[in-house]
């Protein structure tokens, strides 16, 4: 059987937690509890013909005085950066990270989310800096824990990232 | 640089000998010249005085070809580093082997560069350090645990060496009986435990490696345990990393409630197990043997692993040997007993059996016993309902078989006698009887020879007399009893009496029957002997009769003369009881004539025919 860890980064209160609990329990919560450290979970998806065991390390978001530790990250086959589409300045910050795990784990597969689609109406976020990051190569995907919006798509995209 | 002298040893030879100053010149020129072509520097900076002597240069290019060459083989090799370093290498090993026999130095010179080596290997890269010494460090620090440990205990053992509880007693016990050390034994009983899961850990993708667990041991998602655990272990090291920013170590044990987690941290891998209770120390060991082994078996694969465990192959058989357990020792409590209810039951047995034996033992003996007795005859002996029965024939003088009972140390209530009244004929029963029957007077002793009872010493007639209507009374085949030896001894009052009464003759007138009339005297001083006869006979414990005998003479007719002398008889009686003896010990008997005293042919034996005697016997 394989298995990947993959890493789910990102500014604090972005969905991190909802994300991967609307994938694993498909349940969703409009109430906040900020993770500390590390919760980790786990899902087994098929991909093709081969079972994946991924183990999901949701790891405490980024904020002002604590920056995502990088130990949690090495050993990740693939990663997500998750950024909260209502709070543009959490996009800079999945930018930041990125640069910081590349040094870390190398190019491993990743993807970037625009989480809380749903709210897409009252989203600050300008194109511009989107569309430069997806000039550079960046896979984006607008997702929703609440309503479960490319949620599926996004582990099946990264699933398949890690095995090619 | 180089400076080149040469002197010449002036010896008081030569200073005295005039110097042929040509001959000098030339040896300096050519020794200078000699110089110069050993060292270049010299040639070129001091012409040479043979320059332009083409026969000089053709002696040289000769003499010196071949050192020339020589010596330019080795320049070349010592100029040019590569051969150099050729040429060292060829001997270096030798050359250390040599140095490192010679004396310690070289070793004292190397030391600090190695140091400078291994600081400057590890500095680099930890990691290849680290796995060189792995397989080394595991078996290293276990020893030096297990030699803590060690010491540990015997301080245990020193601890408890003066503790005299009852446990600490009964495993001081234990440990006598089964050889080992009374802290193995504490730890024994103290440690009781049981390993619930072993997770083998990737350490840098913290993926599951593998998983093993005890039977019905509940447990969390192994996949996600391993991931949480490798989180914590990421996050301690990385908190308290040392100042120098060295990686710190991760946790050994975590506690959560009656569970502890033990970590065993390997380069490329970690194992933790959870194990429920109280651990002994000797897990680490296994738990750090066992990632050992993985990790010499497995090097390869564990730093290439991405995810994909089957080039891991199986591991479960190997994590397998560290789900150990404890026992509780509650289980040994039941064991012990089952192993003391037998015991109980094999002694009870035994004892019983024992104590029977004992007994049947014992009644055997009281029925030899018995078997000695004269006049009892043992039937039968046998237990029926719990107690024994013995049974058989015993004459009533015979020694009661129940006062035998205690002889053979048995109890009264343990046998019950059943036996048949006989009469034996054994002397000694016999001997009983007489004695019971005829009550011997002190004087006299039976004693049996063989099958006869001989009566020894002195005894009255009376009772001589009634022994021999004893002895006549016995049934055939009885012992025989003899009397022969015993003398016949009588009271000599009641000899004298018996004599002067039975000598006293009454006469009669011829054919009257009543005594003469004066013959009251001598009726009264019989009557006055009998009585005190019948006093002293009761005195010796036996009575009197006195027969009172009636004669007549032969004259007149026989029957006449018998009535005649019975009627004396009959009034001499009544005169005797008018004196006051008593009746019934007097009897009457009347002989006629036909028991005359005298022959009866004068008249004065005629006279005394007429007459009444008196004869005492005596009875019971
Ligand atoms: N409307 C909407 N709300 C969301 C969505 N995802 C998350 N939220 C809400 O955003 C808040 C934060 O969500 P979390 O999943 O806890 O955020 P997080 O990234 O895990 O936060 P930290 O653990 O603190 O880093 C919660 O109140 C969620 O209900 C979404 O897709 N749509
Ligand atoms: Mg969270």
Redesign the interface.
Known sequence: ?????VCVLGSFGVGKTSLVRRYVQSMFSDAYLTTV??K???KTLAVGSADV?L?L?DIAGEDDINAI?M??V????GYFLVADGTRPETLEIARSIQARVNTEVGAVPFLLLLNKADLQESWGLSREPVEALEAAGWTILRTSAKTGENVEEAFLELAKRMLS | MSSLSLSARDTPDMADTPIDEARIRRLADLLLEVARTVDPELAASVPSNFEGDPRLEALRSVLLEHDRAAFARLQQKVDDPQEFAEAVSAVLASAFALAASRDERLASILAPTMERATQASIRTNPKTMVGILYPLMGPAISKSLAETLDGTLQGLNQAFKYSFSWQGLKWRLEAYRSGSTFADVVLKHTVVFRVEHVFLI???????LEHVAAAEAASQ?P??V???LS?IQ??V??SFSSAEGGRGGGIDSLRLGDLTIWCEEGPSAFLAAVIRGNPPESLHTQLRETLGHIHEDLHGPLEQF?????ILGDLSTRLGSCLQQQEQPKEERLSRWLWILPLVLVIAVVSWAVSRAVEESRVDAYVQLLRDQPGVVVTGAERRDGLWHVSGLRDPLATDPAELLAKANLAPDRVAGHWEPYQALNPAILLKRMEATLSPPTDVSLVIYGNTIRARGSAPQHWVEKARAFIAALPAGSPRIDLAELQDVQDPTFIALRQAIQAHIIPFDSGSPRPARDQEPRLDKIAEELAQLIKVARGLGFSVRVTIIGHADATGRDTSNLSLSAARAEVVRSMLRARGIAPDLLSVRSAGALEPLKPDATDEEKAINRSVTLTVSTTD
Do not use: N
Request: no cysteine; charged share 35%; glycine share 14%.
């Open positions: 059987m394989i298995q990947k860890k450290g590390v980790v979970d786990k065991t183990v390390w530790r130990t949690y090495r050993g990740a086959g | 990737h350490r840098k993708t913290g993926l599951l998602d996949h996600m391993s991931g949480m989180a990421d996050f090291r990385d991405e995810g994909d465990s089957a």
